[in-house]
């Protein structure tokens, strides 16, 4: 297992982790197999979508924040950040991606984002890679 | 492959499944790799959040009945549990977590839950634990 | 890894691949193991759910088109799509399965699906398979 931080500066954000990502899965020598990204966090997730056009992550992240009020009636938790809880349940804890030809399988316009539902804050992402290694 | 059975007790409820997921991987003497917890229903899911305050899944699942109310213009299905599945779709049906050192990588407050869309039900977990045994 | 392609017909729509992906693996020779079924684009995800009566998926399309309706004020991304985007997040890129005695697991119910969110197109499937093989 390889894990890197990452530094959010937004309450609410997608952080690009292509980069460190696809490094981590280049160091660990695995040809053919499977890349689990992982937020070991409860109100941040972990997405992949649109990179190249910011428009995308901007709109998807207004979306949550309407669908996701902050304050609603009934809720309880003492912390008032109930909605950040929800947002990273359903963008899901982790990302599993393929790995072929030593590195992630993705589409031409997708990266892989740390998304940010409580921050500013320095958070942590774990990457751990199976399969076959080059001889 | 292991298994074991979650009885629910409620219409909506998360079950916290930390320990007997963590049982299974212990057992399966992989040190580090990938397990898989999947729910082979398809009106719960599983999910990953903060299980130390009940409080939070308290809001969550009341997030997810004002979200997908029971009824709708429109609903077709037979069975009038249409809002079930659409909550398993948005948790979806499995996590995939990361072990190391023989163990789950679970953050402080991170628990592993089984989400409960259409109870109360007894229902099946099943598990799948990938990697490098201990010699 | 192996990839298929699925020829959607609608805007939005979910396509059963059970077949296709129960083949992939079937062909793998693998027995104990897991499965990543990956879509590659950003406006398409991957969902596990009923796959018997059509009105689930129907219902399940009706109520992501009411909840991430295509026009929203404050909507930047130029191509006007983010709602297809936003969906693909909910739904996700991938889903993990189960490898076991040569077959994913699923519950009597549940099926794979490909699920369209900008169509009708010509897309793509990976689906990469890890794990112990036959002898």
Redesign the interface.
């Known amino acids: 297992?390889d894990s890197f931080p990452v530094t959010t500066r937004r309450h609410h954000e997608m952080v690009d982790i292509t980069r460190q990502v696809s490094r981590i899965i280049a160091e660990s020598k695995v040809i053919?197999?499977?890349a689990?990204v992982?937020?070991?966090?409860?109100t941040a997730g972990i997405?992949?979508?649109?990179h190249c056009?910011p428009?995308?992550v901007?709109?998807?992240l207004?979306?949550m924040e309407r669908?996701?009020p902050r304050i609603?009636p009934?809720?309880?938790?003492?912390?008032g950040n109930?909605d950040s809880?929800?947002k990273?349940?359903?963008?899901?804890?982790?990302?599993?991606?393929?790995?072929?030809k030593g590195a992630p399988?993705?589409?031409?316009?997708?990266g892989i984002f740390f998304c940010e539902f409580d921050g500013p804050r320095t958070r942590t992402v774990?990457v751990?890679v199976?399969?076959e290694k080059a001889e």
């Not at 997405?47 to 649109?50: G, L, S, T, V």
């Not at 990273?88 to 072929?100: E, K, R």
């Not at 399988?105 to 997708?110: A, R």
Request: charged fraction near 10%; glycine fraction near 10%.
């Open positions: 297992m053919e197999g499977m689990v992982y937020s070991p966090h409860t997405a992949i979508n649109e056009d428009d995308v901007h709109d998807a207004l979306w669908q996701v609603q009934g809720f309880r938790h003492g912390e109930s809880h929800i990273a349940i359903m963008t899901g804890a982790s990302a599993t991606l393929i790995v072929h399988v993705l589409g031409t316009w997708q774990h751990q199976l399969g």
